[in-house]
């Protein structure tokens, strides 16, 4: 079977993977030796019920004008990147992706009834964040690469600076297809100059292969952006336990050896539970530091490597090498008495608030009887109406036909469809632009870009689509207090 790298890139207009809806996709597909097979590249329609955040326009200069005269709805981009994304061994690669591609990827899937997680595992395809392997050369082999600097003297890991500082063409950033290439670039470069730190960062995209790395040791380098520069983004970790018991076979619990272990000794269960979610500004507002718990979980790539395979150590290992196995006792000490406590730690209650259809997809999986209602309705080509038992799906299947076919609503449906994008654009909801924040956001970016022509004149298509939207939606005028039929 062969495999086969599909490098990607989204364009979103906004920051927030569940809330913030694609621009612009680009994808290309290449061989084990970075040969290219295919490139795509496609826009996204603009959904009626959803408003642009101006500041994502003013970075990509994609605005929902260009996004509608181009693109295709989001369910035929859906369906498109579904068979690409789940191809026998298609390997999906992003830059920051975990956190960032593909999370809008299982958003994308979710709004469109398609399986939001097959494509990480099914027909041996899985999926790994490059970004991730940059670090670890940084911190493990910081000689592969030149390394832009910002202006407090800090390494720069933005992409198209990484990529413009070792030679490689960017010619447009935040261009969907410009990041993608400015990718694969510097992936082809740490290839050729060190095959096996490529090849070993890769094989970290396979929990299997994590999962066999952490059974070698107790003791492991772990590399990861939350240290931060003055740690050297990097630290020495001692695995206490895994979360089975707690019905989650990919995580695993360590204790961060350069952490204030006697602190952790200190704090209550409670404590632990509040303090490890606070921002770095509150706890050193407050005077505490952060317990020094880590969850890691296996299929995210995590850069962890057994201590005792390190054949190069990172200089800040030396300096504590002697203290090791001191802190090594007290921390076995620590775990025997509290490892029950400590794994509980990260147990997190269901939110009892009635969460929004379309941000729910880690509420709850799809039942067996769900998932067979969504495949007649994408094998019938819509004309089969699901009978689904989740209400989420219930409530998401209405917006799903009005954001993709609206075509084939009723008269009534059409107008209540119409109410819905009214109601959404014009009211106030946590996370989402509406009609004033839209203007307000506006009137400042005008005011920060004075004389910048080019930006000006996006605000000001922004704002004729938004004013043009919201007339054709104020139609037939919601009372306060109303609920709409079809939610």
């Known amino acids: 079977m062969k495999k086969t790298y599909l490098w990607y890139d989204y364009e979103t207009f906004g920051a927030d993977p569940k809330r913030d809806r694609i621009s612009q996709f680009a994808g290309v597909r290449t061989d084990m030796d970075f040969k290219m097979v295919d490139e795509m590249v496609y826009y996204c329609k603009v959904a009626e019920d959803y408003l642009p955040n101006p500041e994502a326009s003013i970075i990509t200069g994609i605005t929902p004008k260009e996004s509608n005269e181009k693109g295709i709805t989001e369910n035929e981009l859906a369906e498109i990147l579904f068979k690409e994304f789940t191809k026998e061994g298609t390997v ?28 990480e595992w099914k027909n041996n395809c899985s999926r790994w964040d490059f970004m991730r392997a940059i670090l ?22 933005r992409l198209e600076e990484l990529s413009i500082t070792n030679g490689i063409i960017h010619e447009n950033a935040h261009d969907a297809k410009s990041d993608v290439y400015a990718t694969i670039g510097l992936a082809e470069l740490i290839s050729k100059k060190s095959p096996n730190v490529f090849d070993y ?35 020495i970790i001692y695995k206490i336990g895994d979360f089975i018991n707690q019905g989650d076979k990919n995580a695993f619990l360590f204790i961060d050896i350069l952490s204030d272990v006697e602190n952790l000794e200190k704090m209550d269960f409670d404590e632990i539970k509040e303090y490890l979610y606070y921002s770095n500004e509150k706890l050193e507002e407050i005077g505490i530091t952060r317990p020094g718990l880590k969850q890691i979980r296996i299929n995210q790539s995590p850069l962890v490597i057994p201590y005792n395979n390190l054949r190069e150590k990172p200089k800040f290992l030396e300096e504590i090498s002697g203290n090791l196995k001191h802190k090594i006792e007290k921390i076995k000490k620590l775990s025997a008495k509290r490892k029950e406590e400590f794994l509980n730690v990260f147990t ?21 009887w769900d998932k067979k209602e969504m495949a007649a309705m994408h094998r019938e080509n819509y004309k089969y109406i699901p ?13 799903f036909i009005g ?14 469809w119409k109410r819905h994008c009214y109601k959404c654009i014009s009211n106030e909801r946590e996370g989402f632009q509406n009609i004033d924040s839209l203007k307000n956001e506006i009137l400042e970016l005008e005011k920060k870009y004075r004389g910048e022509k080019e930006k000006i004149k996006i605000l000001k298509d922004i704002k004729i689509y938004a004013e043009n939207l919201e007339k054709e939606l104020k139609v037939d005028p919601i009372k306060p207090g109303e609920q709409l039929k079809m939610f």
């Open 92 to 119: 999906t690669i992003g830059y920051n992706s975990i956190k960032f591609d593909d999370e809008v990827t299982r958003n994308l899937f979710y709004r469109t009834f398609r399986d939001p997680y097959e494509r």
């Open 348 to 368: 997190r209650e269901k939110d009892k608030v009635k969460i929004d259809a379309d941000l729910d997809i880690y509420g709850s999986f799809a039942s067996q």
């Open 403 to 416: 954001r993709n076919m609206p075509e084939i609503l009723t008269e009534d449906e059409m107008s209540e």
């Open 201 to 235: 960062f890769f094989n970290l995209r396979d929990k299997d292969f994590v999962k066999s790395e952490l059974s070698k040791d107790e003791l492991f380098l772990h590399i990861d952006f939350g240290y931060g520069y003055d740690r050297g983004y990097a630290s």
């Open 387 to 399: 009978k689904f038992k989740d209400k989420k799906y219930k409530e998401l299947y209405f917006r």
């Open 136 to 157: 670890g050369v940084y911190v493990m082999k910081p000689e592969l690469l030149k390394w832009p600097l910002k202006d407090d003297g800090r390494p720069s890991f």
